[in-house]
């Protein structure tokens, strides 16, 4: 496989340590003597020509930034065969040999897609801060998102032990609690709702008496936003009938989550992962998504990387009911 200009695109939601990624894959290129050229807003910039041959004043300095500098959109237009094509043709125009493609598995569906149809080899960077992409441990910007949320949750506890209350704090997570349950653990969460379990809240009201009894004048409960048994608005309010004496809040911290500087621990795993992405592609490998399993750079098949899923650790599981 002859590879002499890469095309580099961010999809989805972004994550911190995307720009971090970017960069690697910059410099891998240069250092293998390849040309970059940088894909702005996605797969929809891909359709709409939005390319240009990214050069070393583009990454300088971005190592620490959140968010894409390459920007990020999502595209109807790519759903269709026609969107596609014109993609394609933009790719040869530049002649563009390879792409590189950082989001999550909605990023990898597109490419899959695109690459079956029209032959252009991909390596996917798994970016995304759910952290629910099989095939590596961690997702660039989980690790920061996880310390945004510590942090957060740090500040309510103040408040909420000043004042006496219970605090109903909602993270991201709308089909994985990875987030939900981490963060909680770290900051004492007397409670943590997550989608993959189903909650008896005759259970959790039990909790919440055993810690009055002890004399617990505030609580910390972590909800993930995609919890199936309520949303945290009904549970409030459940749970304000339930303790009439209780003063109850709510806390959704949002967006916030996807932003700031990544932690050490994106920024060295998305510079091994842009590192990998290009060695890959100079080996041959395609549709696939580079990762770090056990510390190890491995490569799965996009196919595995859309359809299985982090599964949780069942004892983080234990760890979080016995330390609540």
């Known amino acids: 496989m002859n590879i002499k200009r890469i095309g580099l695109l961010t999809s989805g939601g972004d994550s911190p340590g995307m720009?971090?990624?970017?960069r690697a894959v910059f410099k891998t290129c240069s250092a293998y003597d390849l040309e970059c050229f940088g894909i702005r807003r996605g797969y929809q910039g891909l359709i709409e020509n939005e390319i240009f041959e990214m050069q070393a004043m583009d990454v300088k300095q971005i190592i620490q930034l959140g968010g894409t500098i390459l920007l990020s959109a999502r595209s109807k237009d790519f759903f269709d065969y026609e969107g596609r094509k014109r993609a394609f043709q933009n790719l040869k125009d530049h002649n563009i040999d390879a792409l590189v493609?950082?989001?999550?598995?909605?990023?990898?569906?597109?490419?899959?897609k695109f690459e079956k149809e029209f032959g252009v080899p991909t390596i996917g960077i798994p970016g995304t801060i759910d952290n629910d992409i099989f095939g590596t441990d961690n997702t660039i910007g989980y690790d920061t998102a996880l310390n945004t949320v510590m942090e957060a949750v740090d500040k309510i506890r103040d408040t909420a032990t000043s004042h006496e209350r219970l605090f109903f704090v909602e993270v991201m997570g709308r089909d994985a609690g990875f987030i939900a349950l981490n963060s909680g653990i770290a900051s004492g969460a007397i409670e943590i709702l997550i989608p993959e379990i189903k909650y008896d809240m005759?259970?959790?009201?039990?909790?919440?008496?055993?810690?009055?009894?002890?004399?617990?004048?505030?609580?910390?409960?972590i909800v993930a936003e995609g919890e199936k048994s309520t949303n945290i608005y009904d549970l409030a309010e459940l749970t304000k009938s339930r303790f009439p004496?209780?003063?109850?809040?709510?806390?959704?911290?949002?967006?916030?989550?996807?932003?700031g500087s990544p932690t050490c621990a994106d920024r060295v795993l998305a510079s091994r992962l842009g590192v990998a992405a290009i060695d890959g592609l100079l080996e041959g490998k395609s549709s696939v998504m580079a990762g770090i399993k056990a510390n190890q750079v491995v490569y799965t098949p996009f196919v595995e990387a859309i359809k299985k899923h982090n599964e949780l650790d069942p004892h983080l599981i234990k760890t979080s009911n016995l330390l609540a």
């Open 19 to 22: 720009n971090a990624a970017i």
């Open 101 to 112: 493609t950082i989001g999550g598995d909605g990023t990898f569906t597109g490419a899959t």
């Open 202 to 221: 005759e259970e959790f009201f039990s909790n919440l008496e055993k810690g009055a009894i002890k004399g617990k004048i505030s609580h910390i409960v």
């Open 245 to 259: 004496s209780y003063e109850v809040r709510i806390s959704i911290l949002g967006h916030m989550q996807r932003g």
